[in-house]
Nanobody, 122 residues
């Protein structure tokens, strides 16, 4: 069974940091682009960041540029998201996803994790 499982979420004060991990099982995602999306209550799921299979190309939502960093890992944990200078508006469920190339829309990704909650208090 192919699975992506996020971890590293939690409760943090504004200005703090968290590092999200996305563990893979059932297949290798080394040839896939990886993305992070988030969904806050009452909102649609939105793009956060993505990285190409090689790690050479990255893309970020304007709202997180300069604060979040996406990076490639290994076969077991193919992608991380380092989140610094967190703001209350970053509060959401964060999802990792895998697809053939970097896309800003979630329909471009065929594999999804179940999500991890990130809550930033003011």
């Amino acid at each position: 069974q192919v699975q992506l499982v996020e971890s590293g979420g939690g409760l943090v004060q504004a200005g703090g940091s968290l590092r999200l991990s996305c563990a893979a099982s059932g297949r290798t995602f080394s040839s896939y682009a990886m993305g992070w999306f988030r969904q806050a209550p009452g909102n649609e799921r939105e793009f956060v960041a993505a990285i190409s299979w090689s790690g050479g190309d990255t893309s970020y939502a304007d709202s997180v540029k300069g604060r979040f960093t996406i990076s490639r890992g290994d076969a077991k944990i193919p992608v991380y998201l380092q989140m610094n200078s967190l703001k209350p508006e970053d509060t959401a469920v964060y999802y990792c996803a895998a697809g053939p190339r970097i896309r800003w829309n979630d329909s471009g990704y065929g594999y999804w994790g179940q999500g991890t909650q990130v809550t930033v208090s003011s």
